[in-house]
């Protein structure tokens, strides 16, 4: 039982990190989209041509 809390935690910390780094990645493209980089992200997103 106490190693299933354990993964739990670890769990929800990693989701809470994963959010914020995204929030923050999602603010800045918004503030600064001359800085964007439109090229590094075409390769990981299939139909994603930018323009």
């Not at 106490?2 to 993964?7: A, D």
């Not at 990190?17 to 929030?23: D, H």
């Not at 800085?35 to 590094?40: E, L, M, S, T, V």
Request: glycine share 10%; aromatic share 16%.
């Amino acid at each position: 039982m106490r190693n299933n809390l354990l993964l739990m935690n670890v769990g929800h910390a990693n989701s809470l990190f994963m959010a914020i780094t995204f929030s923050i990645c999602a603010v800045f493209d918004l503030l600064f989209s001359d800085y964007a980089n439109d090229q590094g992200v075409a390769g990981f997103i299939a139909g994603f041509y930018p323009g």
